[in-house]
């Protein structure tokens, strides 16, 4: 007598099934992973141009440009005319310029990673140009004597006055007159004493002879 008999196998459970998954995920994602590694290193060696022109500027100079900074220019000029210096100057920049018709003369800069507040400052220490900034338009005024009205706030100033006073008494005039006087009597005086002497000696010597006149 032959006994036989089969066992069948049990259905996984939803979380045998869930954690499988999870293991496959896991596994497909580091494969991944190790992909990009492996590829990382070829694809940094396709740098765009621009890319290493500037990191070669920034190696050179030693500074590292500012993304929030404001832009610089290299500027060269060899007798080039004022109006036609400062229009190029502005060109494809979002600044302005505004020249007044009295400004005139030639321009010669050779200029590197300079701003354009630099430049205008440069100019105007060199040339003699009064150049200012409103918003993005810069004006160009030629050197000289202007008349500009100003607001002051005349609560924030201290006031300060003084007085000079100067009496000359006419003393020294007086005294002078005094002087002027006494000497006119002194001189009437000494004449008068004079003639008194020469009536006296007049009677002295009519007495003398004898003769008495009154």
Do not use: W
């Not at 920049?93 to 300079?114: C, F, M, N, R, W």
């Not at 005349?154 to 007159?177: E, F, H, P, W």
């Amino acid at each position: 007598m032959a006994l036989a008999g089969c066992q069948s196998t049990p259905e996984e459970s939803v979380i045998e099934q869930s954690l499988k998954q999870q293991l496959a995920e896991q596994i497909a994602h580091e494969q991944a992973a190790q992909k990009n590694a492996k590829a990382t290193p070829d694809s940094l060696q396709d740098v765009p141009d621009s890319v290493t022109n500037l990191l070669g500027d920034v190696e050179t100079t030693g500074e590292r440009p500012s993304l929030f900074g404001p832009e610089k220019y290299d500027i060269e000029a060899d007798g080039v005319g004022v109006k036609a210096f400062f229009t190029g100057l502005v060109a494809d920049t979002p600044y302005s310029v505004a020249i007044h018709p009295d400004v005139s003369g030639e321009i010669s800069l050779s200029l590197k990673q300079v701003s354009m507040e630099q430049v205008m400052e440069l100019l105007g220490d060199l040339y003699g140009f009064d150049i200012s900034r409103k918003s993005n338009v810069f004006r160009v005024l030629p050197a000289g004597m202007r008349t500009e009205t100003l607001a002051v706030n005349y609560l924030l100033m201290k006031r300060d006055g003084s007085t000079q006073t100067s009496i000359i008494s006419g003393g020294v005039s007086q005294a002078d007159n005094n002087g002027n006087g006494n000497s006119n009597s002194n001189f009437n005086n000494f004449s008068g004493n004079s003639a008194n002497s020469n009536n006296l000696g007049n009677q002295f010597g009519n007495n003398i002879n004898g003769t008495s006149i009154s």
